[in-house]
């Protein structure tokens, strides 16, 4: 049966892409898709600009482009906006990171050094290991919510924006649980007034976002809009939020090898990752306190994947560890160590060792830009709250309180195409085809 489909309002005029923190990740998507605007590179790793979507029966042979598909808005009507605690423009701040090879960050310099980071909401004790001037200054954390506010509604003006989308890049905060002041949005917003330390920086822009109703995308594991303050706040302001933390490097590896040895019924005894890298991300997940909340979002994975509870003569106790460490020579280019302990017939053992010696801004910027071109397309049809469907891009994907996350890369794709058939009226895809033997 053919769904109706979605009313969407057309992706008309320009979309302002904000994003919190202007480093490595940040400059690595800006840049990319300046290329990809010259005509000098290809959108490899984004879904949305190289993925297709299988439409009704095998045999029709509909297989669109997802751009195609669904109207995303074009990447000649993205503008950028960015806020950073360092006065660096994208170029330097490019520069910096040491992602991109020099001369082609050179080759972007006009268009990379016209995007200058507004000032930042701060605060040290969030994140140790940084330092910067850029930084805004108010009497309360309700003020510097309110400057928040008017820089979106400065930036919408002067770029001449028709939508808006906030992306959190900057760096991972400190490990916190939801409390009390973040319960409901009354005891938020007078934390907000009260100074409440419980109040992190990447709430007080989630807050400014959906305030200001524009969605809000978290790319790193901090807590930011996954407190019942803010989803409510979300879904009583009809935008759509999701989050957390991109998934690249070695989770995504997790993510695709483990529904593997899950679907054959071979066992896990162990799971060792370790990871090095020298960027300034490494340098902040150094302090233990930084990686307690990254190591919360890593080893959540194999637990959802594997369902010890379901099958405990293969999956119960299984040890995992992860760790990173900071090792400068390496900069971005992170290496991924896995060595990994299963079981197969008669419980004789085996060992699967993977060294993924990856690029994590490089996997990380075709998420950006894909999360903003979902998210601006859930708001335009009208999807709010958490959106489950985007778990695809999330190392621990925010779900409803009462569910648990799904981890399976492939379920998680699949979620994600049979959303936009749904969202277009076409009938959702089971992989049942029995129909073809009919
Ligand atoms: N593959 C990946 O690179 C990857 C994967 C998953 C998650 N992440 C997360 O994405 C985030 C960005 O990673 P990165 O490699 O670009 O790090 P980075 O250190 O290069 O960049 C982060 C930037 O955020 C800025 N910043 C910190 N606090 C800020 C604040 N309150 N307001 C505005 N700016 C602030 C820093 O000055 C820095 O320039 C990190 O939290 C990281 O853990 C990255």
């Not at 660096?88 to 090879?101: F, K, Q, R």
């Not at 020099?102 to 200058?116: A, F, G, P, Y």
């Amino acid at each position: 049966m053919v769904e109706k489909g979605v009313d969407i309002a057309p992706a008309n005029g320009k979309l302002g892409i904000l994003l919190v923190g202007l480093g490595a990740v940040s400059t690595t998507f800006v840049a990319g898709v300046e290329a990809i605007r010259k005509g000098t590179s290809n959108p490899i790793g984004s879904l949305t600009q190289m993925g297709t979507i299988r439409l009704g029966k095998r045999t029709e042979n509909r297989c669109p482009k997802i751009k195609d598909f669904v109207p995303l808005a074009n990447l000649d009507d993205i503008v950028f906006g960015a806020w950073d605690i360092f006065h660096d423009s994208a170029y330097e701040a490019a520069l910096n990171a040491g992602v991109l090879e020099k001369s082609q960050v050179e080759d972007l310099r006009e268009q990379l050094e016209s995007l200058k980071p507004m000032a930042a909401v701060f605060e040290q004790n969030y994140v140790k290991r940084i330092t910067g001037e850029n930084v805004k200054t108010g009497k309360n954390k309700m003020e510097l919510a309110e400057q928040l506010i008017a820089d979106i509604a400065r930036f919408k003006e002067e770029k001449g924006c028709d939508r808006l989308v906030m992306v959190w890049a900057a760096s991972t905060e400190i490990f916190v649980t939801a409390s009390a002041v973040h319960e409901n949005l009354e005891a938020f917003e007078k934390g907000l007034y009260d100074d409440d330390a419980n109040i992190a920086p990447s709430m007080i822009y989630a807050y400014a976002a959906l305030k200001s109703k524009i969605p809000f995308a978290n790319g790193a594991p901090n807590l930011s809009c996954d407190i019942p303050a803010l989803t409510r706040l979300a879904e009583d302001n009809n935008v759509p939020i999701c989050g957390k933390d991109f998934k690249t490097g070695q989770t995504l590896m997790k993510t695709i090898i483990a529904p593997g040895l899950k679907s054959r019924m071979l066992g896990l005894e162990g799971w060792y990752s370790t990871n090095i890298l020298g960027n300034r991300d490494g340098e902040v997940l150094d302090d233990p306190e930084n990686f307690k909340t990254k190591e919360e979002s890593k080893l959540s994975v194999l637990e959802h994947i594997l369902q010890p509870d379901v099958y405990p003569e293969l999956y119960k106790d299984f040890a995992h560890v992860v760790r990173i460490n900071y090792y400068p020579p390496r900069g971005d280019n992170k290496e991924g160590w896995d060595s990994i302990d299963i079981f197969g017939w008669l419980g004789y053992k085996m060992q699967i060792k993977i060294d993924f010696m990856c690029r994590d801004s490089i996997l990380a910027a075709p998420l950006v830009l894909d999360l903003a071109l979902f998210m601006d397309l859930a708001q335009r049809a009208g999807m709010k709250g958490v959106q489950e469907w985007l778990s695809f891009y999330f190392k621990a994907p925010q779900t409803a309180p009462e569910l648990y996350p799904e981890h399976d890369l492939f379920i998680q794709l699949m979620k994600l195409k049979n959303t936009l058939r749904h969202l277009q009226g076409e009938d959702l895809i089971t992989h049942l085809g029995l129909e073809y033997y009919d």
